[in-house]
């Protein structure tokens, strides 16, 4: 077994990328031993440029996992703490989009929105959960969206996988308070991330739903455009880490935190009104 020197250990999901990317040099900076993950080995560059320019490329290790197959999960996992002994935090991160109005998205591509953003969080969580049991401690940490407080049209699919991780956290956190095991709900907005690249977008052609789909794609691209830096979400993950006990919910970015409020105290027809008057 190879020693970490005292530094905790970090597992992060889709870690290319965006949130992933930047919660991984915000953990080493930190002081963790941080296992990067990616399905695309060809994608650390970027990763490891940014650590070698913040001096943590020391504490950053790439490793190829694919969530999608549980075998490689169970491998990539089982090495990991054959190495380090442990796993102190895992983040739930990677994911993509799959976008359009829910009549034009064929059914396959609903099993690979929730293969991805879904089973995949379960299988990596369920392969990390005897070692953290083990341990008596540990944080787990799941990425959903403002899209799983409230489900917007031409967003079916996300928002549907992302509800379900709702759902999952929510039990998984009962099931696990007695083994001092945290689980954490970040909720983040829009941020300037890169994920449009990753959208998965369908529409018919001639679609009797363009209008709508139209208006909303232009709200959407503002949205975009004028997004905060992601790096606040990857802080917000720095202060749940250090947090004793840390909350269920951590919503990051306005216009999530919005939503959010909208949802909680709103009547649904309100919200119904007011998203179409927004969105379409």
Known sequence: MEST???PVALITGASSGFGLLTAIALAQEGYHVIATMRDMGKQDKLLSMAGE??????IEVMEMDFTREEQVDLAIGETVGRWGRIDVLVNNAGYAVMGVVEEIPVKDWHAQFATNFFGTVAVTKAVLPHMRRQAQGKIINISSGAGIIGFSN???YSASKFAVEGFSEA?????????????LVQPGTYNTGIAEKHDYHQAPDSPYAKMTD??????????????????????????????????RYTCGSDAKLIAIMKRWLPWSLIEWMLRKILH
């Open 155 to 157: 967003t079916g699919p």
């Open 5 to 7: 020197g005292g530094r």
């Open 215 to 248: 208006a909303f794609n232009r709200f959407n691209k503002k949205s975009e455009d004028n997004a905060p830096d992601p790096i606040h979400v990857a802080r917000t993950i720095v202060k749940i880490v250090k947090a004793r006990h840390p909350k269920l």
């Open 54 to 59: 913040k001096a943590v490329l020391d504490r």
């Open 172 to 184: 998984l956190r009962l099931e696990l308070l007695a083994f001092n095991i945290a689980v954490v």
